[in-house]
């Protein structure tokens, strides 16, 4: 039984790196993605190497829009798809950097640096892979305030402290930057005797966080609205998992804050978005979270945090807010929209 941060450190590094040899390995459904990725990805995906598809590990796709130049860091990059998907999305004047504590999977990953750069039409690479662990950022030299863009595929909830990666994450990200991640998440807390299997652990389970103590670790670091982009349910396909697992539900779900001072609640001061239109993989409109989508020239009333988020961070340029936090008028009635049948009940982001 795993019981200290060291020891699940370990198992999961021994999970990643001996265990599992390729996705067929996986025993259960919950790390791997269901979703069929965007026109877009799809292009860049047929680009990579397949070594570094093979050992593809993650539940969503967390690879936001808007990317071009941008300096982004990927927390357990693994062999580095996500990475160089980044990559050819920032472009040359940008830089991705890609975090693991895992040798074997990034000797994969930096294996292909070379050949990817040419491959997408680079003179050099713009990907650093760094050894270590994503709860101690500084030591790798990442500075405070030097991220534009937060990524992270289904390794949060592997993570013995998650208070302190969530704590580094908003350390490192830039006034107005962006954390977006996939992760696993469960609809109850997940209780010691299973958190501690490494099997469990392994497999994205035994680690997932409960909704509602994220909702609270976030508002605890001063993070008091954070959105959900999107939810499915996570199928774990392994009745032997299933029974040990029981009532709990898991949850696949891609998860946008920024790093913002923002209310706790939304708050209505008459504010009007107009999405102007001219991101590449959203021309003509642009979904903030699971119930914001703005159509181009079309006007749409925001709460005073939706309008910061999408003015005070780098989709500024495609955005006009019309009005400011000078008159207050009450809640703004921002709802999330209905759960699905198999959702917990209750809010799941902070917007409501």
Known sequence: MVTTATETLESVRNYYGSVLQGTKDLKS??????????????????DIDDEI????????????????????????????????????????????????????????????????????????????????????????????????VVISNCVLNLSPDKRRVFSEIFRVLKPGGELYFSDVFAGRRVPQSLSGDPILRGECLGGAMYTEDFRRLLRDLGVLDFRVFSSRRSAIN?????????????YSRTIRAFKLDLEDICEDYGQVAYYLGGIPESP?????DDHHLFFQGKPMLVCG????????????????????????????????????????????????
């Open 53 to 148: 598809l093979d050992k593809f590990y993650g539940c969503g796709s967390p690879i936001p829009p808007a990317l071009e130049g941008c300096t982004v860091l990927d927390l357990g990059c693994g062999t580095g798809r996500d990475v160089y998907m980044v990559s050819k999305l920032v472009g040359e004047s940008g830089k991705v950097i890609g975090v693991d504590m895992t040798e074997a999977q990034l000797e994969v990953a930096r294996r292909h640096q070379t050949s990817q750069a040419l491959r997408f039409g680079f003179s050099r690479s713009n990907v650093d892979f760094r050894t270590g662990y994503i709860e101690d950022l500084a030591a790798l030299g990442i500075a405070d305030n030097s991220v534009d």
């Open 284 to 288: 003509f409109r642009f979904a903030l």
């Open 238 to 250: 392994n009745p032997e998992i299933e029974a040990k697992t029981g009532n709990i539900e898991f």
């Open 29 to 46: 459904g919950a790390c791997c993605s269901s979703e069929s990725l965007p026109a877009h990805l799809q292009s860049i995906v047929a």
């Open 305 to 352: 945090n939706t309008a910061a988020m999408v003015s005070q961070t780098r989709f500024g340029r495609y955005f006009k807010i019309a009005g400011d936090t000078s008159v207050h008028h009450g809640p703004f009635p921002c709802g999330a929209p209905a759960p699905a049948a198999d959702e917990a009940k209750g809010c799941t982001s902070g917007c409501c």
